[in-house]
């Protein structure tokens, strides 16, 4: 069935709130000053917090609840807070939460996504499912198919980074390949980009925002706190509703589906140059791996090994001086030559084989 978590024409799908919910007025206020900015499409905030050491503020929990059905009922905008269990589940159902997210620290374990999952049979609501703590594709994308097994086709998926050890420049690395790898599998999940994890900090936010967009991300998620440095939880990274504002105001939104534009034709021209050149590329790899064959053959014959070192490395430094004459960095004909020597051997491998 179609995935109709947000119609494509309402992108980006702004969602922005605190990190937790942390009192009435806390949340409330928030929510009227995001609203006041005009740049919100929906309002999170934290009712139970999965934290990773135990003496953090772990959130309000179910006395939360009424505060995120008042802020729906003030505002009219849709409230999201996290899931991590079947009783997060009922309890968020019974409230009229709109829409749920599973965290990263969910994602990684099966048994408690299929836990949500199988609490969720039935129920036609929208939920959106952050990328595990670890860069695994497959849990990411597996945490989607057991919702998906359950009956659910409003999914989203959030895009908040990866954990890692060493020099701290995110908070989480972004690693923004498997957002992409993510949308390969998934084209019609649409993926929400979270900065405000992935930094960590406020002074990295915009740039990082600014890529989800250029990166054609459908949304973005960003925590808001009244006053960020007394927040209960992500002091570091929470930014006042009028800076996130003023945020979203400079974000530069590029058009993302050119080939829909006729205004666009000199760059339809330009890639149809690509395609051509590309198709001659492949033609060419191909004959060269004809040769690569008969080469493979007279090895054979003669008993000759496949690889001769020598002249490999002979053929890898004359293709680094021709690639500096014509612009090619050092770095991708390294990787491309080896790319072509290492097919090269495959096929003749094959043919020793045969
Ligand atoms: C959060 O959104 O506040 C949160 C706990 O995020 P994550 O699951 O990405 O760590
Ligand atoms: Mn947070």
């Known amino acids: 069935?179609?995935?109709?978590?947000?119609?494509?024409?309402?992108?980006?799908?702004l969602i922005a709130g605190p990190c937790s919910v942390e009192s009435e007025e806390q949340l409330l206020s928030t929510a009227k000053r995001l609203q006041a900015t005009g740049k919100v499409d929906m309002i999170r905030g934290g009712i139970w917090k999965p934290r990773?050491?135990?003496n953090a503020f772990e959130g309000v929990g179910a006395i939360g609840l009424p505060w995120m059905k008042r802020v729906k009922e003030e505002t009219g905008l849709p409230v999201t807070t996290e899931v991590a269990k079947a009783s997060h589940v009922e309890l968020c159902l019974e409230f009229g939460i709109d829409v749920l997210w599973i965290g990263a620290r969910t994602t990684v374990n099966p048994f408690a996504v299929q836990e949500i999952a199988d609490a969720l049979k039935g129920v036609d609501i929208p939920i959106m499912v952050k990328n595990p703590i670890n860069p695994d594709l497959g849990l990411w994308l597996g945490a989607v198919e057991r919702l998906q097994k359950a009956g659910l086709n409003k999914i989203g998926a959030i895009h908040r980074g990866f954990s890692f050890s060493g020099e701290k420049f995110y908070r989480n690395r972004p690693q923004w390949q498997y957002a992409i790898d993510f949308k390969q599998e998934m084209p019609d999940v649409p993926m929400i980009n979270d900065p405000s994890h992935i930094c960590g900090r406020r002074d990295i936010l915009q740039k990082v925002s600014q890529k989800a967009m250029d990166l054609n991300m459908?949304?973005?998620?960003?925590?808001?706190h009244i006053d960020p440095d007394k927040a209960w939880s992500d002091a570091k990274q929470q930014i006042t509703p009028e800076v996130y504002g003023q945020m979203m105001k400079d974000l530069v939104l590029r058009e993302y589906d050119p080939s829909?534009?006729?205004q666009r034709s000199?760059?339809?021209?330009?890639?149809?140059?690509?395609?051509l050149i590309d198709d001659e590329l492949i033609s060419i790899l191909s004959s060269r791996m004809a040769v690569a064959r008969d080469i493979g053959s007279y090895k054979k014959e003669n008993n000759i090994t496949i690889l001769q070192s020598a002249r490999w490395q002979h053929?890898?430094?004359?293709?680094?001086e021709k690639a500096k004459a014509h612009d090619l960095s050092d770095d991708f004909i390294t990787r491309f030559i080896k790319a072509?020597?290492?097919?090269?051997?495959n096929q003749q491998e094959k043919v020793f084989g045969e």
Request: net charge positive; hydrophobic share 30%.
């Open 52 to 54: 990773t050491r135990p």
């Open 266 to 275: 000199e760059l339809e021209k330009l890639r149809k140059q690509i395609n």
């Open 260 to 262: 829909n534009n006729p």
């Open 315 to 320: 053929i890898l430094g004359k293709y680094k």
């Open 218 to 224: 459908d949304g973005l998620m960003i925590e808001s």
């Open 1 to 13: 069935m179609k995935n109709t978590f947000l119609p494509k024409e309402n992108r980006p799908l």
């Open 340 to 345: 072509v020597h290492d097919e090269s051997i």
